[in-house]
T-cell receptor
Framework: NAGVTQTPKFQVLKTGQSMTLQCAQD?????MSWYRQDPGMGLRLIHY???????DQGEVPNGYNVSRSTTEDFPLRLLSAAPSQTSVYFC???????????????FGPGTRLTVT | LAKTTQPISMDSYEGQEVNITCSHN???????ITWYQQFPSQGPRFIIQ???TKVTNEVASLFIPADRKSSTLSLPRVSLSDTAVYYC????????????FGGGTRLMVKP
């Protein structure tokens, strides 16, 4: 299994540009999430999904959109990039309510985004 | 959500046992305690979770006293490769995939 994969690894955007960060998992996990991590800080939840077709907002959703058309993929779209969105973005997946009672989330390698 | 407090940083030497304590005074009855490890330039990795008493796996042990207002992550005989940030999370039973990460404890293991 590849686990959780993210593309691209690095990206530089100009203010106002839009782009999509890709995330895919091959573990058949129901739950998927997007986090951002600013330098020296912990992770903050942007959006999450509890299954295909279902998404919801996390702690810092403004400026981001998500969709979940399949179990495997959970792309994150930046609508109009701003310097404040410079960060490392992590995608994660985990078992749903039918799985074991565990809070183990599997994280991808991250995408380093710089907005100039 | 229960707030967690843990030391910002700790230093240790190779071969020592390291104990990182996390305080969570307002933990609720249905909350679980979970620890993650994050190496530089990588995503966090789940280490261990527990509800009460002691849990042990191949990586670490987690000690939770009866009142559950704190927990201690114990790393036996650390090596340089254990240098990382360690996050203590208190997770409600019905949290699903909504995890709240604080600032974590930056552990530096020295030779």
């Amino acid at each position: 299994n590849a686990g959780v994969t993210q593309t691209p690894k690095f990206q530089v955007l100009k203010t106002g540009q839009s782009m999509t960060l890709q995330c895919a998992q091959d573990m058949n996990h129901e739950y998927m999430s997007w986090y951002r991590q600013d330098p020296g800080m912990g992770l903050r939840l942007i959006h999450y999904s509890v299954g295909a077709g279902i998404t919801d907002q996390g702690e810092v959703p403004n400026g981001y959109n998500v969709s979940r058309s399949t179990t495997e993929d959970f792309p994150l779209r930046l609508l109009s990039a701003a310097p404040s969105q410079t960060s490392v973005y992590f995608c994660a997946s985990s078992y749903g309510p039918t799985g074991p009672v565990t809070y183990e989330q599997y994280f991808g390698p991250g995408t380093r985004l710089t907005v100039t | 959500l229960a707030k967690t407090t843990q030391p910002i940083s700790m230093d240790s030497y190779e071969g020592q046992e390291v104990n990182i304590t996390c305080s969570h005074n307002n933990i609720a009855t249905n909350d679980y305690i979970t620890w993650y490890q994050q190496f530089p330039s990588q995503g966090p990795r789940f280490i261990i979770q527990g509800y009460k008493t002691k849990v042990t796996n191949e990586v670490a042990s987690l000690f939770i006293p009866a009142d559950r207002k704190s927990s201690t992550l114990s790393l036996p005989r650390v090596s340089l490769s254990d240098t990382a940030v360690y996050y203590c999370l208190v997770v409600p039973f019905n949290a699903g995939n909504m995890l709240t990460f604080g600032g974590g404890t930056r552990l530096m293991v020295k030779p």
